[in-house]
């Protein structure tokens, strides 16, 4: 079969040249744009603390392990399906190649709600992190949804650039955030922790330490953004090499800068201890460890640098929603306008101010609700993302199958049923942990957990009708 790459949809009536993106990222420059989208120092300063607090405690770092273990299985599939499939809808694209159309157009209302739903939390963290930091240096104390509006701006004009430009701002922001946290690592290490080095952490004790299902679901929560390596592969330089290559190694330093860095926070301040600190101490608990181990600055560049983390998760989640909003409009599964790319940055500049307006109104209906901005917009968003990003690697891994049993495009029989059934298996048993523990994922109550599960479901539905209603006017 040959290989997919759709130029021109069916409504698309610009050139071909307008139904392109352009750029030259290599297997380096994808990477650097997953990994920013994974927020380092966001999960290591934000979520580890509560993972530790009412998850499974010392536990932690093999949790991540174990999300790592399913997600490579996950990609095995996933990269063989990217030398077929070469199209910046990624999961939308292969979920179509392998299940058909409605399936697919179905996979894509679901993955805007989970990128959208992401995003607009981010917005929220972020507003209250940068107000936090410009009060304690002597600014101003202003609403936090002003900075949001700032950060918002900032966003929106890297996203309507060239791809290079962004991976360019990530990569400097990604490197010094990395930095930090792998500092911190080794000073509790050379410094021999709080009660010496041990491998505890790793043991299948630890990791049914309390609440194991909590730790893990908080540990998917950790790779979302995880679909970008596909994303990006109509920029790449040579995709069908680039893309199954940065999908291992993305994978693999997000687990392993995860494992590390979980395990050395535990070590830090002790394996016994730790889970009664974390509780204790949640939102400054790593910030504690950095300041103890190497010095009161550390800890302030290590704040500075999660707003940073902050805006590099914001800018890579917005690439991801314009590209989805590109793949759709070129395929005439949305408005044309939205297929077509920027004559001089070969951008999908629609889809970006699309973006940017969607986000705008999401966080602007949380601020005239007057909710929280961390425990309401960033929590109940961020567990309608982790449900969301679950439910479409399942439908990958399952398209993937199909694929290749339909159209015997590779033979080999580890990369086509075993690795990626595996894989269907082990994120069908994380799913079936978020769903049980989903009520405390959003911090809420059972009936906004159902609530969301529902708005999952509708929105699957909704891209799946559109579909059904496409066909039917065509065939009519």
Same mark, same amino acid.
């Given at each position: ?5 759709t130029?021109t ?13 352009r ?15 994974a927020?380092?120092?966001t ?15 010392p ?6 392990l ?13 990269? *063989? ?8 809808g ?16 179905g ?5 805007l ?10 917005y929220?963290?972020a ?8 009060v304690k240096?002597?600014?101003p ?8 509006g ?5 966003v929106?004009l ?16 990604l ?6 946290v ?10 021999g922790?709080?009660?010496?080095i041990d491998l ?24 979302? @953004?995880f679909?970008?390596?596909?994303i ?8 069908k ?18 494992a590390?860095?979980s395990?050395t926070?535990?070590l830090?301040v002790?394996?016994?201890q730790v ?7 949640t939102?400054?608990?790593?910030? *504690?460890?950095a300041?103890?181990?190497?010095? @009161?600055p ?5 704040e500075?640098?999660?707003l940073t983390?902050l ?5 890579a ?7 989805y909003?590109?793949?759709l409009g070129?395929?005439?599964?949305a ?24 986000a705008l ?7 005239l ?23 479409l690697?399942?439908?990958v891994g ?12 590779d ?7 075993? *690795?990626p059934?595996l ?9 079936w ?15 906004l957990?159902?609530l ?11 891209? *799946? ?12």
């Amino acid at each position: 079969m040959a290989d997919q790459k759709t130029v021109t949809g069916g409504a698309t009536t610009g050139t071909q040249q307008e139904a392109e993106l352009r750029g030259s990222i290599g297997v380096a420059g994808i990477v650097f744009l997953v990994v920013a989208a994974a927020a380092p120092l966001t999960a290591i300063g934000g979520a580890l603390p509560v993972m530790l607090a009412i998850g499974n405690g010392p536990g932690v770092p093999a949790a991540y392990l174990l999300v790592a273990v399913v997600l490579l299985l996950f990609s095995v599939g996933y990269a *063989a399906m990217s030398r077929h499939v070469v199209d910046t809808g990624a999961f939308y694209s292969y979920v179509t190649a392998g299940l058909g159309r409605i399936t697919g157009t179905g996979a894509a209302g679901l993955a805007l709600l989970t990128y959208t739903a992401v995003q607009a939390g981010i917005y929220g963290l972020a507003g209250v992190t940068a107000d936090s930091l410009v009060v304690k240096y002597g600014g101003p104390d202003v609403p936090w949804w002003l900075w949001s509006g700032v950060l918002l701006v900032c966003v929106g004009l890297l996203g309507y650039r060239n791809i290079d430009v962004g991976t360019k701002v990530l990569s400097v922001l990604l490197v010094l955030e990395v930095g930090i946290v792998a500092v911190v690592a080794v000073a509790v290490l050379v410094k021999g922790g709080a009660h010496g080095i041990d491998l505890t952490s790793f043991t299948p004790s630890a990791f049914d330490t309390g609440s194991p299902g909590i730790g893990v679901m908080f540990a998917v929560a950790s790779f979302v @953004g995880f679909e970008a390596t596909a994303i990006y592969s109509e920029e790449a330089r040579d995709p069908k090499r680039a893309v199954p290559k940065a999908t291992y190694i993305a994978v693999i330093l997000i687990g392993v800068f995860y494992a590390l860095s979980s395990w050395t926070v535990v070590l830090g301040v002790g394996t016994d201890q730790v889970q009664a600190a974390a509780a204790k101490d949640t939102s400054g608990l790593v910030f *504690a460890v950095a300041a103890q181990y190497v010095g @009161g600055p550390a800890s302030d560049v290590m704040e500075i640098l999660l707003l940073t983390s902050l805006f590099a998760a914001l800018l890579a989640f917005h690439n991801t929603i314009s590209r989805y909003l590109f793949s759709l409009g070129r395929q005439g599964s949305a408005p044309a306008v939205l297929g077509r790319s920027h004559a001089r940055h070969g951008s999908p500049h629609a889809g970006s101010l699309a973006q940017t307006a969607t986000a705008l109104v999401v966080v602007a209906a949380f601020v005239l609700a007057g909710a929280d901005p961390v425990l309401e917009l960033f929590t109940w968003m961020s567990g309608l993302a982790t449900l969301g990003v679950l439910l479409l690697m399942i439908l990958v891994g399952v398209a993937v199958v199909v694929f290749f049993a339909r159209t015997a495009a590779d033979s080999r029989l580890w990369h086509t049923r075993i *690795a990626p059934g595996l894989g269907i298996l082990g994120l069908c048993a994380v799913t079936w942990l978020v769903l049980d523990n989903f009520t405390t994922l959003i911090g809420g109550s059972a009936g906004l957990a159902r609530l969301f599960e529902g708005v999952a479901v509708l929105c699957f539905a909704a891209g *799946a009708l559109s579909a059904v209603r496409r066909t039917s006017r065509r065939d009519g």
